[in-house]
């Protein structure tokens, strides 16, 4: 059975030095809540920015983006990948990283402008998607 | 050494001596930086190699490290594995023409906090620079009070007794009779722990104990 892999970003809307404490919280509730629906993937907060990919079923993943939607701690979502996938990289769903890193930031930064030419744009998503399957997951190749 | 002043007096001033490494065999890069890191009051000792850099560290006081990724011989990689062998923890930011994924990651996860990517602008290095120090204040505190509990371990339980309430202010005559001792002893035992604590002023050991957060 196929896997659809699904990777957004967004702004932060929370403000330091609160937002450890939140990000924390939203972490708790996101682990478990991915867990008892089967979703892999991770999430990065960089302070400035959230991007998080997450793996599992289809419509699995229509419902949890509805309420990622809503979710008033970001705004200004962008998806930039949604693709089917033979299987998975992430064995689990964790936060991959958390912090103020002007080099994650990067990562993420240019996917949020819509304006940027579409070729240059997927070159990004792909490379975002490989940091993060990196930090967190199976760089080598999918899981079983 | 370092330590022992981080205990007994006050965190020297961030313009006092601020002081970076730059570990780069590119001459016109080290050169550059060092030009930049002046802008913001900070001394940049250049190092031209990872093993240049390992022969001094013994002498150095912590400082943020500018780390080029790509050196012959030994490179940054190498290094940060050096450092994190060495439980060296001082703030190391990375220097790259363009940071492979795979690369930034271990990077980051050997403990570079980091990766500045040339040409920087020179607001980002001196952000990063904030950050780096604040973390090494932060490490100091945390040193100073290790240092500060380790000392304090090493008193009997009759000086802890005579610490405590020197601390609060009482006079030799006042301990003598809370702990119905004779003067004498009191003041034996008291210099014995000043001794021990490695200090021969009152107010150091008052500064010792609310540092170890008694």
Known sequence: MGIRCLLYVSESCLSWPEDAAEVDDLVAVARRRNEQLSLTGALIYTRTHFAQVLEGDKAVIDTVMESIRADPRHRNLVVVADEALEARYFPNWTMAYSGPSFYVDRQIRPLLSQATDPARSRRAAAGLLAFMREYAGSPGGPTR | ?214
């Open chain 2, 1 to 214: 050494m370092s330590r022992t002043e981080n205990a007994f007096s006050p965190a020297p001033s961030a313009a006092a001596g601020r002081l970076a490494y730059v570990i780069d065999d590119d001459r016109d890069m080290r050169v550059s930086l060092r030009m930049l890191l002046q802008e913001d009051e900070i001394d940049a000792r250049p190092f031209l190699s990872a093993p240049d850099f390992l022969d001094a560290l013994g002498e150095l006081k912590p400082g943020p490290i500018l780390l080029d990724v790509r050196m012959p011989v030994m490179d940054g990689i190498a290094l940060l594995e050096a450092l994190a062998e060495r439980e060296i923890r001082w703030p190391v930011i990375m220097m790259t023409g363009h940071a492979e994924v795979p690369l930034a990651v271990k990077a980051m996860k050997l403990g570079a906090i980091d990766f500045l990517e040339k040409p920087f602008p020179h607001a980002e290095l001196s952000a990063l620079m904030a950050r780096a120090f604040e973390m090494l204040d932060a490490q100091a505190e945390e040193g100073g009070l290790a240092e500060a509990r380790e000392r304090l371990e090493r008193l009997t339980p009759r000086e802890r007794q005579i610490l405590a309430a020197v601390a609060k202010g009482h006079s030799n005559k006042e301990i003598a009779q809370e702990l119905d001792l004779s003067h004498r002893t009191v003041e034996m035992h008291r210099a014995r722990m000043m001794r021990r604590l490695g200090t021969r002023r009152l107010s150091d050991v008052i500064a010792l104990v609310s540092s170890a957060a008694l």
